[in-house]
């Protein structure tokens, strides 16, 4: 296949490892999938192994090149996109990770996440990294490992310890000479970035006791990160681009207009609104994070991040209450069907808007008239009442009133969900024909680094809003909020 351009794309995400390749017209020729286990040790506490990630990473590579029948060395580079804020330590001299990679859904960090609240320090954090003080971010997660793994310990003493987020943990393994490297979109996600001097913050490190020296070098995010170990892959392929997953999807999208919002359906849903070369100062309700440094220029966003979504179905399916989501077409909500059951996805606490570690999950409402189909139903409704409070959140600050939702991820293929947020909301979805966004955005990155912007066409469905459901649909949204405040403040009292 000489003379054709193939570009890979990196997807390590939370419940999956990814690799694809597209061809110049950025069309998907093979993907190729490695399921990722998770572990709790403790409740709250979510887990992964950073080892059986790398070797996902690997096999996927292998196994894509071999479904499409071509060598590494014909990939013209690379992308990385990756699951946010999860961190990995590992020994700087035998590359071993010293401990499992401690996930972004892990609540460890809460305890101490409550002793800065409502302190001068929390004001500070908030408005140099844009970010809560919330668990869910790093710098807590790094906190603790660093005072309570005797072996991350151990390497920190002897000057042998490297720590950085899963990006900086596969480049380590991957490239030649085993740098320690991060982007900025992935530092940004650390609460330990200064947003406005774009450098690990001083007075951050110094609080949480954090030394400079064990955090990777921060970078932009198409830059040449190096080329491909030789002995782990066979050949020498550039690394051009790296991207946190959520900041991919937005690229992916080319959301240049500022009426122009984007939900990827995941683990979680994640709202992001491309802000451009506009830094917003911090929000309570949301966050403002960097989206991508790209030829010297930096782009800003405003996210809501919802916590669980898909998650909660698979959560509905270890269960044994589901066992394909794409298959739950259920009957739209009207008047006669509106069963009055709330599910609070509650699985981890809850993020934007509401921003609490301690609230649990629930279903109200339940009764004898109740089954297995209205509460999976009352469950997908859920993820569409939360991106609702988030878009809701983001348009009353920014004074935007948004005149679409561009959506990926792997519920969108749920139709019932789909024309339900789009009843909801009042808006139309727009559902892109390219499942695959968030690896074709640093797909896309990773070939501007190398070569003049290619062109693509990016096609989406769309589902338009029914006006006859949407004040049905307001009406039952207003009693969920209500619930989701009323369970907050019995958990705050």
């Given at each position: 296949?000489?003379?054709?351009?193939?570009?890979?794309?990196?997807?390590?995400?939370?419940?999956?490892?990814?690799?694809?390749?597209?061809?110049?017209?950025?069309?998907?020729?093979?993907?190729?999938?490695?399921?990722?286990?998770?572990?709790?040790?403790?409740?709250?506490?979510?887990?992964?192994?950073?080892?059986?990630?790398?070797?996902?990473?690997?096999?996927?590579?292998?196994?894509?090149?071999?479904?499409?029948?071509?060598?590494?060395?014909?990939?013209?580079?690379?992308?990385?996109?990756?699951?946010?804020?999860?961190?990995?330590?590992?020994?700087?001299?035998?590359?071993?990770?010293?401990?499992?990679?401690?996930?972004?859904?892990?609540?460890?960090?809460?305890?101490?996440?409550?002793?800065?609240?409502?302190?001068?320090?929390?004001?500070?954090?908030?408005?140099?990294?844009?970010?809560?003080?919330?668990?869910?971010?790093?710098?807590?997660?790094?906190?603790?490992?660093?005072?309570?793994?005797?072996?991350?310990?151990?390497?920190?003493?002897?000057?042998?310890?490297?720590?950085?987020?899963?990006?900086?943990?596969?480049?380590?393994?991957?490239?030649?000479n085993n740098p320690h490297l991060t982007d900025?979109?992935?530092?940004?996600?650390?609460?330990?970035?200064?947003?406005?001097?774009?450098?690990?913050?001083?007075?951050?490190?110094?609080?949480?006791?954090?030394?400079?020296?064990?955090?990777?070098?921060?970078?932009?995010?198409?830059?040449?990160?190096?080329?491909?170990?030789?002995?782990?892959?066979?050949?020498?392929?550039?690394?051009?681009?790296?991207?946190?997953?959520?900041?991919?999807?937005?690229?992916?999208?080319?959301?240049?207009?500022?009426?122009?919002?984007?939900?990827?359906?995941?683990?979680?849903?994640?709202?992001?609104?491309?802000?451009?070369?506009?830094?917003?100062?911090?929000?309570?309700?949301?966050?403002?994070?960097?989206?991508?440094e790209k030829d010297k220029e930096i782009y800003?966003?405003?996210?809501?991040?919802?916590?669980?979504?898909?998650?909660?179905?698979?959560?509905?399916?270890?269960?044994?209450?589901?066992?394909?989501?794409?298959?739950?077409?259920?009957?739209?909500?009207?008047?006669?069907?509106?069963?009055?059951?709330?599910?609070?996805?509650?699985?981890?606490?809850?993020?934007?808007?509401?921003?609490?570690?301690?609230?649990?999950?629930s279903i109200e409402g339940i009764n004898f008239?109740?089954?297995?189909?209205?509460?999976?139903?009352?469950?997908?409704?859920?993820?569409?009442?939360?991106?609702?409070?988030?878009?809701?959140?983001?348009?009353?600050?920014?004074?935007?009133?948004?005149?679409?939702?561009?959506?990926?991820?792997?519920?969108?293929?749920?139709?019932?969900?789909?024309?339900?947020?789009?009843?909801?909301?009042?808006?139309?979805?727009?559902?892109?024909?390219?499942?695959?966004?968030?690896?074709?955005?640093?797909?896309?990155?990773?070939?501007?680094?190398?070569?003049?912007?290619?062109?693509?066409?990016?096609?989406?469905?769309?589902?338009?809003?029914?006006?006859?459901?949407?004040?049905?649909?307001?009406?039952?949204?207003?009693?969920?909020?209500?619930?989701?405040?009323?369970?907050?403040?019995?958990?705050?009292?």
């Open positions: 296949m000489k003379n054709k351009r193939f570009f890979l794309a990196i997807d390590q995400g939370t419940t999956s490892t990814r690799s694809i390749i597209f061809n110049e017209k950025f069309k998907v020729l093979v993907t190729k999938r490695i399921q990722n286990k998770e572990f709790y040790p403790e409740p709250g506490w979510v887990e992964q192994d950073p080892n059986e990630i790398l070797e996902a990473v690997i096999n996927s590579i292998n196994l894509s090149l071999d479904k499409i029948n071509i060598s590494f060395s014909e990939i013209t580079c690379i992308g990385i996109t990756n699951q946010r804020e999860s961190i990995v330590c590992w020994d700087s001299i035998t590359g071993k990770s010293l401990y499992n990679s401690i996930s972004w859904q892990c609540l460890r960090g809460d305890t101490l996440c409550q002793k800065i609240r409502d302190t001068d320090f929390e004001n500070y954090v908030n408005n140099v990294t844009g970010l809560k003080v919330d668990p869910y971010f790093s710098s807590t997660k790094i906190s603790w490992i660093l005072k309570n793994s005797p072996d991350v310990k151990k390497a920190l003493k002897n000057d042998r310890l490297k720590l950085g987020t899963i990006d900086s943990w596969l480049m380590f393994n991957l490239l030649n900025l979109s992935n530092a940004s996600r650390t609460g330990l970035l200064n947003t406005k001097t774009l450098n690990w913050d001083k007075r951050i490190l110094s609080y949480f006791d954090i030394p400079v020296k064990i955090l990777p070098k921060i970078v932009p995010s198409n830059y040449n990160f190096g080329t491909t170990n030789k002995k782990i892959l066979g050949s020498e392929v550039p690394i051009t681009a790296v991207l946190g997953d959520q900041h991919a999807s937005l690229y992916g999208h080319s959301s240049n207009n500022e009426n122009e919002i984007k939900c990827t359906y995941g683990t979680g849903a994640f709202i992001l609104l491309n802000t451009f070369n506009k830094r917003y100062s911090y929000q309570n309700d949301f966050l403002s994070t960097v989206a991508w800003y966003a405003l996210e809501g991040s919802v916590f669980s979504a898909g998650s909660i179905i698979e959560w509905l399916k270890n269960i044994g209450m589901i066992k394909n989501v794409q298959n739950l077409q259920f009957q739209h909500f009207s008047e006669k069907n509106n069963e009055n059951l709330f599910f609070i996805p509650a699985l981890n606490g809850l993020g934007a808007p509401f921003w609490n570690s301690k609230i649990k999950a008239a109740s089954n297995r189909e209205s509460i999976i139903k009352a469950a997908l409704e859920s993820v569409a009442f939360s991106t609702k409070a988030v878009i809701d959140s983001i348009s009353n600050k920014t004074k935007i009133n948004f005149k679409t939702l561009k959506v990926d991820g792997g519920l969108t293929n749920n139709k019932f969900l789909m024309q339900f947020q789009a009843d909801l909301l009042g808006i139309p979805i727009l559902v892109s024909e390219n499942t695959e966004m968030t690896c074709l955005g640093v797909a896309r990155l990773a070939s501007e680094k190398i070569m003049e912007k290619l062109e693509y066409d990016n096609d989406y469905k769309k589902y338009l809003p029914n006006k006859n459901n949407m004040t049905l649909l307001r009406d039952k949204y207003n009693i969920w909020m209500d619930k989701v405040r009323n369970n907050i403040s019995i958990v705050e009292e």
